[in-house]
C-alpha cells in the first residue's frame, strides 16, 4: 500500500534528468513534468520515448515490503505541451487518457495522446451512461466456463464471466466494459449483480439436483472487497440463495491483493473462510508476482494465466515457468488450474507436466449461457 508507493516516488526521483517535477495526483498515479524545448515534434517525441523507457526500467528490480518482494508494471501516458499551451486540467487530462488506453491495451505500456482518444473517449463516456441503465434494464448475462481434469476432460468446476447484451451494440464483452466499469467506480454494482446472479443460478440447479461439478468461481475486484460491509453483504446474497457457502468460491488478482492493505485483506479472507466461503489467486504471473504471499493467505486454489500457455509449445522458457508455479503451487497444496488451454497439444504437454492439475480453456468449452452449460455439462445427481 503506502509504502509501496513511498519506495515508487523514491525510484521516480533517482532519474538522472535535470529538471523534472513529480507529483502523486491519486491513488497509485504519478504525473512528470519534463520541460524539453524543440520547432520538432519527432524530436520530442524521441526524447519523451527515451524518458519513458528508462521510467520503465526502474521497475525491473524487485520492492521489498514487510517481507514481500513485489514486482511491478507501470503504464505511461505521455502529451507533447505546445509552448502557448496554458490548459492545465486539459494537459492531464490526455495524459491520464493515455495512461488509461494503455491499460486497455496490456500492463507495461506506453502511449501517447492524439485526438484519436477524444473519440474514443466520447464513445467510453457514452457506453459508461448505458451500463448505469443496462444494470437497472437487466441487460447483464452470465456466462459459464467449465474448469476439468487435464486427465479425462470431467467437470470440477465453473467459472461465471458477465457478458452485456446491449440493445444496439449486440454483445459487449467484458474487456470492453469493465475497464470502463472500474474508472467509473460502476464495478461494484456490477461485481454484486454478479454475485447474486451467481446465487440464484446455483440455487436453481441445486435445486434441479444437477450440480455434478464442486464450485462456481467469481472475480472479485479491489474496491468491491473493501467495502465496509463487504462480508455480510456476500453472506446475505448466498442466505437469500439458500446455498451452500461451499459451491461459490471468489477469484481474486495478484494486483487486487497488493493493492489493499496487507493485514485488512488477511483479516476479510479469513472471515470469507470462518463462514465457509473460500479465494483463489487469479491470473497468477500477471502482476506483482509475488510467491511470499502465496503461503501468507489461505487459498487453497492458484490459477496460472493464460499468457503462459500461449506460446508455451514453442517457447521453452514459459513452459519452465509454468512446471516451476505448479511445483510451488503444490508444496503449499494448492490446487492448480491453467488458463487458455486452446489446443489438444497443449493439453497433452500440460497432462505430461503434471497430470493431477485441471485447465480451461477453448479447447473444452468457450464461456456459454447457463441453458446452454445446463445442456453440455450438467447431469442429474441422485440423492438417496
Known amino acids: 500500500g503506502d509504502k509501496l508507493l513511498l519506495e515508487v516516488a523514491n ?6 534528468i535535470e529538471k523534472k517535477y513529480l507529483s502523486r495526483i491519486g491513488g497509485d498515479e504519478f504525473i512528470m513534468l519534463i520541460p524539453f524545448h524543440t520547432n520538432h515534434a519527432e524530436r520530442a517525441k ?12 526502474l521497475f525491473n528490480a524487485a520492492f521489498h515490503i514487510e517481507g514481500l518482494e513485489l514486482y511491478i508494471t507501470t503504464s505511461i501516458g505521455i502529451v507533447l505541451v505546445e509552448p502557448n499551451s496554458d490548459d492545465t486540467e486539459q494537459i492531464i487530462r ?3 487518457m493515455a495512461m488509461y488506453q494503455t491499460k486497455r491495451e496490456g500492463l507495461n505500456n506506453i502511449r501517447f495522446y492524439d485526438h484519436t482518444l477524444d473519440i474514443e473517449q466520447q464513445e467510453l463516456t457514452s457506453l459508461q ?8 434494464k437487466n441487460e447483464l448475462e452470465l456466462y459459464y466456463q467449465p474448469i476439468v481434469s487435464i486427465k479425462n476432460n470431467s467437470l470440477s468446476a465453473i467459472e461465471a464471466l458477465v457478458r452485456w447484451n446491449h440493445p444496439t451494440k449486440g454483445l459487449i464483452m467484458p474487456d470492453k466494459f469493465i475497464p470502463m466499469a472500474t474508472e467509473s467506480g460502476l464495478i461494484t454494482k456490477v461485481g454484486w449483480w454478479i454475485a447474486k446472479e451467481v446465487c440464484r ?22 474496491r468491491q472487497l473493501n467495502e465496509v460491509k463487504f462480508v455480510e453483504q456476500l453472506d446475505e446474497c448466498i442466505q437469500k440463495g439458500g446455498i451452500s457457502p461451499s459451491l461459490l468460491k471468489l477469484e481474486l488478482t495478484e494486483t487486487t491483493l497488493l493493492n489493499n492493505n496487507f493485514e485488512k485483506t488477511k483479516k476479510i479472507i479469513q472471515r470469507l473462510k470462518e463462514k465457509g466461503i473460500k479465494c483463489s489467486i487469479d491470473d497468477f504471473g500477471t502482476g506483482y508476482s509475488s510467491l511470499s504471499y502465496l503461503k501468507k493467505f489461505a487459498f487453497k486454489v492458484l490459477k496460472i494465466d493464460k499468457i503462459f500457455t500461449q506460446d508455451m509449445l514453442t517457447n521453452q522458457d514459459n513452459q519452465e515457468l509454468i512446471k516451476s508455479i505448479i511445483a510451488i503451487g503444490k508444496q503449499f497444496n494448492y490446487k492448480i488450474i491453467i488458463e487458455g488451454v486452446e489446443t489438444e497439444q ?9 497430470d493431477s492439475i485441471y485447465y480451461q480453456g477453448f479447447l473444452c468449452s468457450k464461456p456459454i449461457p447457463a441453458k446452454e452449460f445446463e445442456t453440455k455439462f450438467l447431469t442429474y445427481v441422485y440423492h438417496i
Do not use: C, P
Not at 346 to 354: G, S, T, V
Open 94 to 96: 490526455q495524459a491520464d
Open 129 to 136: 451512461h448505458d451500463l448505469k441503465s443496462a444494470l437497472e
Open 201 to 222: 443460478q446455483l440455487s436453481v440447479w441445486e435445486k434441479a439436483h444437477i450440480i455434478n461439478f464442486d464450485y462456481i468461481s467469481v472475480n472479485i475486484n479491489a
Open 11 to 16: 525510484r521516480y526521483r533517482s532519474i538522472d
Open 46 to 57: 524521441e526524447e519523451a520515448t527515451k524518458i519513458a523507457i528508462q521510467i520503465k526500467s
Open 346 to 354: 497443449q493439453r497433452k504437454e500440460l497432462h505430461y507436466l503434471d
